[in-house]
């Protein structure tokens, strides 16, 4: 098929690949994109609609009907779709019907499971087979595989299967790895050898889908494991922030290797009496300001808004001087097409934007106004230092914070029953917002904290903390948690104990070995 769209409707087979929904090939996302339809094939698929646009339509059936109606529809499959994933029947019917289709390989789990279990699937010896154990084997000849042999559904058989390989003439010593939930976070690997495979698979637990490993290359896991050795692997976090200002957290958190899962506490809604920052706006733009110092990625958005409100862009800052109070909040401004003349060198907060703070000079400040467009429910720390500098400030409401409403009741059960490993908190409002909305953190939550202020307001909750940021930004935050979480599993490893994460300390929670 032509990569172009065609004028009347097909069908796409398109691998889903191996379980990391970032593991799409490109063409995949394209088609997804285009799609009118789209049939799921597996639930576990559905965070792949993300790549659609808004509307399409998920449907269980009928592709051929739609796609005589002129739709794309797209039909994921399980990792490659001609590789133990068959879609014969479902293509020759598109041939019967002369309904034109498309089949996109995707990466398969037998090589992309192994390579996130740290296995080469070639090593020394270049053979490489792949079986699967659903359909009849001959497993005398699978035996004499002198390189890696990956066994498709073969977890409910496996004592079984490694019997029948030690009777074909493999050794009982000969390495076996047994991976399921491969590429998630949700990758669990065991490591044993055909002649032990009974003894340590006896409480595993594992479930399909899941691959058995037989070879030397298994092996080398203890040098190329990556994924499953991430500081803060399959690990529960918390976020509880608001969605705009989770979602680079929530970022770097997934490249710890953590599920992060963001519970807004505090919802952030305009002014009761816009006529404050209307005023200030005008006064912006008229040259009643030097300085205007933003306090968070919030207070820009605001100003921000009223610009457009009123057709304004960033020059409406020209001969102004703009502080910022930290990274994020530089980082909003700059999108906004305005550079920062002030950003705090060492604490992020209003003491370190006060201390850096040049005094007023009248041989050198024409105006000793500053703007402060700030939360309903800030502290007056800026406006004290800056008063005693001698400067003049408008204090201005930009935004209200409010409570945000109760998360879902599986949420709230989670952050009260243990089923979290940690919280990070941000603030002092969201330890005083989550606790309000949805009750303490269980004792086995990793409780981390922004800084002092936050961690006293914790600890007045009755929170234990645990981890706190060597400076103020949630960066910093996620840093320490992943070095807190790099540390614990470094300990049970030197103490020949399985690591484990917090959230499986707490009693009743399901045992297993990794």
């Not at 005398?140 to 559904?153: D, E, F, K, P, Q």
């Not at 909750?461 to 930004?473: E, H, N, T």
């Amino acid at each position: 098929m032509s990569s172009d769209s065609p004028t009347s409707g097909f069908v796409a087979f398109v691998g889903a690949g191996p379980g990391d929904p970032n593991l799409l090939t490109l063409r995949a996302a394209e088609l997804l994109a285009k799609a009118d339809a789209v049939v799921l094939g597996d639930e576990e698929h559905r965070p792949l609609l993300r790549h659609c646009r808004e509307g399409v339509e998920v449907v269980e059936d009928d592709l051929i009907k739609r796609a005589k109606l002129g739709q794309l529809v797209v039909r994921l499959c399980e990792g490659d779709p001609m590789l133990f994933s068959s879609i014969t029947e479902e293509v020759a019917a598109c041939t019967a019907a002369e309904v034109d289709f498309e089949i996109v390989p995707g990466v398969p789990p037998a090589t992309a499971v192994l390579t996130y279990a740290g296995i080469p699937p070639a090593s020394a010896v270049p053979e490489f087979r792949i079986v699967d154990a659903a359909q009849e084997q001959d497993w005398a000849a699978h035996a004499a595989c002198r390189g890696t042999l990956v066994i498709y559904n073969g977890i409910g058989d496996a004592v079984a299967i490694g019997k029948a390989l030690i009777a074909g003439g493999k050794s009982d010593t000969t390495p076996v790895a047994v991976s399921s939930g491969g590429t998630t976070t949700e990758q669990y690997t065991v490591v044993s050898s055909l002649g032990r495979l009974q003894p340590d698979l006896k409480h595993a637990g594992f479930t399909e889908p899941a691959l058995i490993v037989v070879g030397e290359a298994v092996g080398l896991r203890d040098k190329l494991s990556w994924f499953e050795t991430k500081p803060l692997f399959g690990w529960r976090v918390l976020v509880p922030r608001t969605k705009e200002q989770s979602r680079s957290l929530s970022e770097q958190l997934v490249a710890y290797g953590a599920v992060p899962e963001e519970v807004p506490t505090i919802s952030v809604e305009p002014p009761r009496t816009p006529q404050q920052m209307d005023r200030a706006i005008k006064g912006l733009v008229t040259g009643r300001y030097e300085w205007v110092a933003f306090t968070s990625a919030n207070a820009v958005k605001a100003v921000r808004e009223k610009f457009e409100e009123y057709g304004l862009d960033a020059r409406a800052f020209a001969g102004l001087k703009v502080a910022a109070v930290g990274d994020a909040t530089a980082r909003a401004l700059v999108e906004f097409g305005v550079k920062p003349d002030l950003l705090p060198s060492g604490e992020q907060s209003s003491e370190g934007l006060v201390a850096e703070w040049p005094p007023y000079d009248s041989m050198l400040d024409p105006i000793n106004r500053v703007l402060l467009p700030r939360a309903d429910i800030s502290t007056d720390t800026l406006v004290a230092g800056l008063t005693e500098l001698g400067w003049e400030c408008d204090d201005v409401t930009a935004y209200r914070t409010v409570r945000a409403a109760p998360p879902p009741a599986p949420i709230r059960e989670a952050i009260k029953g243990g089923g979290f490993d940690a919280v990070l908190f941000t603030s002092s409002s969201t330890v005083r917002n989550l606790v309000g909305i949805a009750g303490k953190p269980h004792n086995v939550t990793v409780i981390a904290v922004i800084g002092p202020q936050t961690a006293k307001t914790a600890e007045e909750f009755g929170l234990r903390v645990d981890v706190m940021a060597d400076k103020p930004s949630a960066s910093a935050l996620a840093a320490a948690v992943a070095e807190y979480g790099a540390k614990q599993r470094q300990a049970a490893l030197a103490a020949g104990d399985t690591p484990r994460r917090p959230s499986q300390n707490r009693r009743g929670a399901r045992r297993r070995a990794r």
